[in-house]
């Protein structure tokens, strides 16, 4: 399991939020600045992705997502193969409150548009400045630096919501 905590640098204006990755166990950390646009679209791919909030009508994308996404990629983020998604695992993942559960989709833009990845965090009910995070990019959309953005984006509601840290599996 890894941490992600948020900090503020005192740097002027421009300065973005770093986030601290550590590592549990681990005696190192690594700092790494956020890449997240408070726009709607993915820097520098403003043509090919947009970046908005899950709404339930987007359970269509995530079935068909799995034509296109390896068992690696599924099992990485849900640490078991997915071969198909019941009804009350599709309502979990896109019939979210927006508050103490938060998920961003990255979709594709033009007349046919794919799932190109899904972050999303949970508050923690016990510790609300803590929360779960969970990425998953798909295959065809990997190494064009939308991970990052969604993590940005992700950090950035957090933070809006008071939420200090993320953690991940």
């Given at each position: 399991m890894s941490h992600v905590r948020t900090a503020q640098t005192g740097l002027n204006p421009p300065a973005r939020s770093m986030l601290r990755l550590?590592?549990?166990g681990a005696e190192?950390?690594?700092e790494t600045q956020v890449c997240g646009a408070a726009g709607s679209s993915v820097q520098g791919r403003e043509d090919i992705f947009d970046i908005r909030p899950i709404r339930p009508a987007d359970s269509e994308l995530i079935v068909a997502a799995l034509g296109y996404t390896s068992d690696e990629t599924y099992y990485r983020r849900f640490h078991?193969?997915?071969?198909?998604?019941s009804p009350k695992e599709l309502k979990y993942l896109t019939d979210v409150d927006?508050?103490?559960?938060?998920?961003?989709?990255?979709g594709e833009r033009g007349e046919h548009p794919r799932l190109a990845a899904v972050a999303r965090f949970s508050m923690d009910p016990k510790n609300p400045l803590e929360g779960e995070l969970a990425i998953c990019v798909h295959d065809p959309f990997r190494?064009?630096?939308?991970?990052?953005?969604?993590l940005g984006?992700?950090?950035d509601e957090a933070s809006s919501r008071g939420v200090t840290q993320l953690r991940a599996m």
């Open positions: 550590v590592s549990v190192n950390c690594a078991t193969a997915k071969r198909y998604f927006g508050k103490m559960h938060v998920a961003l989709v990255a190494r064009q630096g939308l991970g990052a953005q969604m984006r992700l950090h």
